[in-house]
């Protein structure tokens, strides 16, 4: 009993230690849930036998095919070969360390790790995006890593500038840059050909204007009968974002001109973005009613000539045409999307690998977590065949890079990558309310100055809710892109 008041009290003592911060409801939540872990946990430290650590993720579940799998050049896609990679470092490590890895949905990720957060039930590693990790790091939920990177032999140097970036807040690293990935035009030879759009060396001839894309896609719609483009048009709002950033990047804007804390959705150089979008689809020169998982059937079906979508799926989708017998079969390339408003710019985004603070953590298990960090970055060429670029300047430099297919073609991407400010609060939030608006003018008609307007008035709110609940004054305009430069 005397124990049981005495791990009430600490738990107690903690919760109004953190009661006291200005993260109000989640940090309180949060430390009453670590407050009552760390005096569970005590005692649990220093016992001997294999490690486990867990490692959240999403990329998907693919045990069935690569579940036994230890050499990831077995495998293409992104769950196939973060899973076989994992299995060679369990391999490897058989009997001291084991990597449990939990798989969680990419729409519903960050809701359940924040639920995880609350909860007290935290993984030792997990991934996220770059765009993310500011909400993160501003709430103090992330442990400064370059300490354990310069102990595990981490060389911090070696990030590329966008990838150090992305990581550092504070002074501190507190994240490994696994990639920077960004948007591509995944394109149908055959049916490109078909339509005349392909130049002297058998390559597609891109479009370098508006004017032009819709010229080429009516053309290609008279030659094929099918639409240019395959679009995401159901589920998955980021899709307009991603492509909205880009297209009014392109034009030399910016949808915060005035600070981080509130966006322009009104600007000539949005309107200009989204009205183009919304004349694809009325003129029916895209495909509809299309989820991620649809879309991506439908090109690999010969459904259409250009995908926009990430460089995530260069792997899988030359591995495919590669095989015989299928519309993508020597048919295939990748390229960055071309500029339609006169100069170069794409969406990009990082993903990282954090762990975060967790009073319940050992230093055992600090130190394999640490240990399979390590293993990650020195693999950082493996993974980079799913199509990302790697987040170490080595590997970027290296002749097995270069040599992979049509990473050439990648360098402009890496030059003209762009996204939100890093200083801009609920990124996800504020890109999924963003597609939204974009969707209800292009797929739904709405009424495109109403909608951006309103669309505007609904991400500033969010903004300000952000701003009053961590009490902080709005950040000056000094980093619009938080691109590959």
């Known amino acids: 009993m005397k124990q049981q008041r005495m791990k009430q009290q600490r738990i107690k003592q903690g919760a109004m230690a953190c009661a006291r911060s200005p993260w109000r409801r989640l940090a309180v939540a949060t430390c009453l849930s670590l407050a009552g872990i760390a005096a569970f946990a005590q005692g649990q430290a220093g016992q001997g036998g294999e490690i486990h650590i867990t490692l959240a993720r999403f990329f998907g579940s693919c045990d069935a095919e690569y579940g036994q799998v230890t050499d990831p050049s077995k495998a293409s896609s992104e769950c196939g070969i973060i899973t076989a990679l994992t299995n060679r470092f369990n391999a490897r490590e058989a009997g001291r360390i084991r990597v449990d890895t939990q798989v969680v949905e990419h729409s519903a990720y960050y809701q359940q790790l924040g639920a995880r957060i609350v909860g007290g039930d935290l993984p030792s590693i997990a991934i996220m995006h770059s765009s993310v990790l500011g909400d993160f790091a501003k709430r103090d939920l992330l442990q400064p890593l370059e300490n354990g990177f310069a102990r595990e ?33 995944h394109i149908n030879l055959g049916l490109m050909k078909q339509a005349g759009l392909v130049d002297a060396k058998g390559h597609a001839r891109l479009p370098t204007s508006t004017a032009q894309a819709l010229a080429q896609a009516r053309a290609f719609k008279r030659a094929t009968g099918k639409p240019y483009f395959v679009w995401l048009t159901l589920n998955d709002p980021s899709f307009f974002a991603r492509s909205v950033l880009g297209l009014v990047a392109q034009q030399g804007g910016t949808l915060f001109p005035r600070g981080d804390q509130a966006v322009d959705l009104t600007s000539p150089q949005v309107r200009e973005a989204v009205q183009f979008m919304r004349t694809v689809y009325a003129e029916g020169l895209s495909t509809r009613n299309m989820d991620y998982s649809a879309a991506l059937q439908a090109f690999m079906g010969g459904a259409g000539g250009v995908m926009p979508n990430g460089t995530w799926l260069l792997g899988e989708l030359t591995t495919r045409a590669a095989k015989p017998g299928n519309p993508l079969s020597n048919q295939y390339e990748a390229l960055p999307e071309p500029s339609l408003f006169g100069q170069p710019a794409t969406w990009a985004d990082s993903h990282v690998w954090v762990m975060l603070r967790n009073p319940r953590q050992t230093p055992q298990e600090r130190a394999a977590a640490l240990r399979f960090l390590r293993f990650l970055n020195d693999e950082s060429l493996a993974w980079a065949r799913t199509g990302q670029l790697p987040a170490r300047q080595s590997a970027v430099d290296s002749a097995a890079f270069k040599a992979l297919p049509m990473r050439a073609s990648l360098g402009p991407v890496a030059a003209h990558g762009t996204g939100l400010p890093t200083t801009v609060a609920r990124q996800s939030r504020v890109m999924g309310l963003l597609g939204d608006t974009v969707a209800s003018i292009v797929v739904s008609g709405e009424p495109l100055d109403a909608t951006l307007a309103k669309g505007q008035e609904r991400i500033n709110r969010l903004l300000e809710r952000e701003s009053r609940f961590l009490g902080v004054a709005p950040t000056a305009q000094a980093d619009v892109s938080h691109g590959l430069r």
Do not use: E, I, N
Not at 156 to 172: E, I, K, L
């Open 153 to 185: 032999g981490v060389d911090v140097a070696d990030f590329t500038p966008h990838a150090r970036h992305g990581v550092t807040f504070g002074g501190h690293v507190v994240a490994l840059p696994y990639d920077s990935h960004a948007a591509l035009w």
